[in-house]
Every structure is written in structure tokens, then in C-alpha cells.
């Protein structure tokens, strides 16, 4: 089982809004790190700290946090960007353990 | 550029063991550690754990301990994932990931990935 919950699916209308969330006790204290993967391909990291975007990541990927839960907002979705997402972090251990979340599943419409 | 290539697919019966590897280029390689994530068919990433390259010291998740092993041949900057008594519930592709930072879970790159396949 996952320290990190995420809705299995998510669906946004092409050009809309759309947030996937990652919730889990240790997002009080550490940042997550999203990830996009696409079938059949290896991850690619999309956001890490607090809205860091690696290089050649659009910008209408941004990340925020609240308490438990961090988010990834995707503003203006676009058909290349239905993909499985899954967010990472360290556990609650105390020790320099990361753990994935469950993924969502994004599909637009 | 930063490059991580991994070993081709395998197919192994129960019981067995197979030994992943992973070849860097691109940086130094005792400078950042390496991680090594598994996805079983049709499911989400499992952090199996991450070796310092510069100590060779391993951290395994709590599921991983005991049958899964990290390695390292620092000569040739190369890391592997041995995997001993293989179970069909081992079946999924392995991928070995580097952190954007030396120790970090922030993965950035990423090997193309290993299928192990664990069929009688």
C-alpha cells in the first residue's frame, strides 16, 4: 500500500483546467515531485521542491502545496498531455525512504 | 547529455535470479546516487530503493529487503539490481532513475527500462 493517495482517474475537457492531487502525511514536511509516463515509456519528472519545472517542461504545468496535500495543475490541457501522473515523496519513516504515489490516469476529452 | 542504459529484457524461471545493470554517462557518476524503481504490468511505479555511489551504500523499502540487492562497478560507472528466488509476482520492468540532486527523490533521468519476465 502507498503512503501517498491518488485519484485513480482524472478526465478534462481539451483547453481546460484540470488538478491532480497527492495526498499523505509527509507533504506536511517535504515536497513532492511529479511525474508523467506515457504507455510504453519511462517516467519523465515534471515538477520537484516547491514549482520547479525541469527544462523543456511546458509552463501550463505548476505545482502547490496545502497542508497534506500537494497538487499539479495543468492549465489549458492539452491531448498530448493524457498520461498516467504520479506524484513522489519522502515517507514518514525519518529515513531517506521516497515512495510513489498510486498514479492517476488522465484522460481528455 | 546525460544517459542511463540498461540491460535487455529477460525471461528467467522461478527460483532463479537475474542481475539488472545500468550504465551511466554524461556526469560523474559517485556524485549522484542511483535509484532503482519497479512497475508491474498494468500498475504504478514502486520505489524498490537507491544506492550512494559514492559509499555504495543501499537503502531498500521495507518490501524490498532481502531478495533484491544493489551493486556497483564504479571503473566502468555502471549500477545493477540483482534479484535472487524469482517469483512470477516479480514480472514488470525495472528502471534504474537518477535524482536531480546528489541524494534526492526529485528522479529526472531515467534508464529506458528492463523487463523481467519470471515464467516456468
Known amino acids: 500500500s502507498s503512503e501517498l493517495t491518488q485519484d485513480p482517474a482524472v478526465s478534462v475537457a481539451l483547453g481546460q483546467t484540470v488538478r491532480i492531487t497527492c495526498q499523505g502525511a509527509?507533504?506536511?514536511?517535504?515536497?513532492a515531485s511529479w511525474y508523467q509516463q506515457k504507455p510504453g515509456q519511462a517516467p519523465i519528472l515534471l515538477m520537484y521542491a516547491k514549482n520547479s519545472r525541469p527544462s523543456g517542461i511546458p509552463d501550463r504545468f505548476s505545482g502547490s502545496s496545502s497542508g497534506d496535500t500537494a497538487s499539479l495543475t495543468i492549465t489549458g490541457a492539452q491531448a498530448e498531455d493524457e498520461a498516467d501522473y504520479y506524484c513522489n515523496c519522502r515517507d514518514n519513516s525519518g529515513n531517506p525512504n521516497w515512495v510513489f504515489g498510486g498514479g492517476t490516469r488522465l484522460t481528455v476529452l | 547529455q546525460v544517459h542511463l542504459v540498461q540491460s535487455g529484457s529477460e525471461l528467467k524461471k522461478p527460483g532463479a535470479s537475474v542481475k539488472v545493470s545500468c550504465k551511466a554517462s554524461g556526469y560523474i557518476f559517485t556524485s549522484y546516487a542511483m535509484n532503482w524503481v519497479r512497475q508491474a504490468p498494468g500498475q504504478g511505479l514502486e520505489w524498490i530503493g537507491w544506492?550512494?555511489?559514492?559509499?555504495?551504500?543501499?537503502t531498500y523499502a521495507q518490501d524490498f529487503r532481502g531478495r533484491f540487492v544493489f551493486s556497483l562497478d564504479t571503473s566502468v560507472s555502471t549500477a545493477y539490481l540483482q534479484i535472487s528466488s524469482l517469483e512470477a509476482g516479480d514480472t514488470a520492468v525495472y528502471y534504474c532513475?537518477?535524482?536531480?540532486?546528489?541524494?534526492?527523490?526529485?528522479?529526472?533521468?531515467w534508464g529506458q527500462g528492463t523487463l523481467v519476465t519470471v515464467s516456468p
Open positions: 509527509s507533504l506536511r514536511y517535504y515536497y
Open positions: 532513475a537518477r535524482p536531480l540532486s546528489a541524494t534526492g527523490y526529485d528522479l529526472i533521468y
Open positions: 544506492i550512494n555511489t559514492k559509499t555504495g551504500n543501499p
